[in-house]
């Protein structure tokens, strides 16, 4: 679904689409680096994540001891995002919505760490795996608002 | 601070830096788009949002009747990042985390809304600002992740 939004108190002309499933799913396999929000016993967290997705699961990379690392425990409502936009005022935004366990499954470990998405950018040693198993999924691109 | 991560289970190398308060102070004023995370009675929110910095205070601008909207009845706990990363797996983030609350004051909400920071991506017209006050600011850097 694609509207257009002009703003007659600005002047800015955009073009707003909302993204289907599919394209939310193409759009995780074109970055490695997300966000995830969360709430533990200090309140609200938002914190980035190298991640990957490996059949429609996202697979998040940690070190034990890390604030992300509470949700090998389990964690039923999580949010995850990325995103991406330029100087041209053109973006896009996706959000999962779901739930993280951690991965137990040494299988489904080696599988994950041989992945080459989940090369950390922060580096170190980060063994433990997180999965997030999306209940929904949501995005939308906005183009055009050179105004 | 500045430490080295080098990963042997990968070969990555990186540099993964702490931001002071100032430096993420500096990175708020080089963006307009963040995302904000709140729960709500549907659960973990996780929303892109247009914004902008006036003497240290977030101030998001969204339209009535938008999930975003809840904000201005007050939210004691809510996150709000951006994040930069490119092809070179170099990249920062900042996330603030404070409480929300819809701004009333005529007079602000005009500074606000004509600031050209605050024209919004997503265009429509929004006149409803919504001001998050910090209690703590975080950031990192990392770069050098070539190998």
Tied chains: 1, 2.
Excluded at 7 to 27: A, N, V, Y
Excluded at 104 to 127: C, F, M, Q, S, Y
Aim: hydrophobic share 35%.
């Amino acid at each position: 679904m694609t509207t257009r939004n002009d703003d007659p108190t600005t002047g800015s002309l955009s073009t707003l689409s909302t993204l289907s499933e599919k394209e939310c799913r193409e759009l995780l396999g074109t970055t490695t680096v997300g966000h995830i929000a969360f709430v533990d016993r200090d309140g609200q967290q938002l914190i980035p994540a190298n991640f990957a997705v490996l059949d429609g699961v996202i697979y998040l990379r940690t070190a034990p001891g890390s604030i992300l690392s509470q949700l090998a425990s389990g964690h039923p409502d999580v949010a995850f995002g990325i995103n991406h936009h330029d100087v041209f005022r053109t973006g896009w935004n996706v959000t999962v919505r779901g739930t993280a366990v951690g991965v137990e499954d040494r299988a489904t470990i080696n599988v994950v760490l041989g992945h080459k998405r989940l090369r950390p950018w922060a580096g170190g040693v980060r063994p433990l795996i997180i999965r997030v198993t999306p209940s929904s999924m949501a995005g939308r691109r906005v183009s055009g608002n050179t105004a």
